[in-house]
Nanobody, 118 residues
C-alpha cells in the first residue's frame, strides 16, 4: 500500500510559476514510476508527466518544454513545476504511483485543486 499526498495547489495568478509536491508513504526508489495527471472540469484525466525510479522523465506534448518534474529521494517526494499561463490550466492535479514486480498496482493521491486566474 502506498499513500500519496499532494500539496501546492490553490489560486495562482496567470504568469506565476506553479510548483506541486507529492509525498509517498514508501520509498520512491522502490516505486516503478510516479506520475502527474490533471483533470479539468468536464474533461478526462490526462497525463502530464512521469518519472521512473531510474530517473527517466517523460512529459505530455502539451507541457513539454514548459514543465519540469523532479524528485527528492530522501523525502520520498516528487515535484511538478510549470508556468501558470492560462485559466485553461485550471484543474485538479493528481499524483500517481505504480509499484510492483509482475503484478503492478496503481495508487492515486486525493488530488490538489489548481485554479489559474487571468
Amino acid at each position: 500500500q502506498v499513500q500519496l499526498v499532494e500539496s501546492g495547489g490553490g489560486l495562482v495568478q496567470a504568469g506565476k510559476s506553479l510548483r506541486l509536491s507529492c509525498t509517498a508513504s514508501a520509498s520512491i526508489l522502490r516505486i516503478n514510476a510516479m506520475g502527474w495527471y490533471r483533470q479539468a472540469p468536464g474533461k478526462q484525466r490526462e497525463l502530464v508527466a512521469t518519472i521512473t525510479s531510474g530517473g527517466s522523465i517523460n512529459y505530455a506534448d502539451s507541457v513539454k518544454g514548459r514543465s519540469t518534474s523532479s524528485r527528492d529521494n530522501a523525502k520520498n517526494t516528487v515535484f511538478l513545476q510549470m508556468p501558470s499561463r492560462k485559466p485553461e490550466q485550471t484543474a485538479v492535479y493528481y499524483c500517481n504511483a505504480k509499484k510492483g514486480v509482475g503484478v503492478v498496482l496503481t495508487y492515486w493521491g486525493q488530488g490538489t485543486q489548481v485554479t489559474v486566474s487571468s
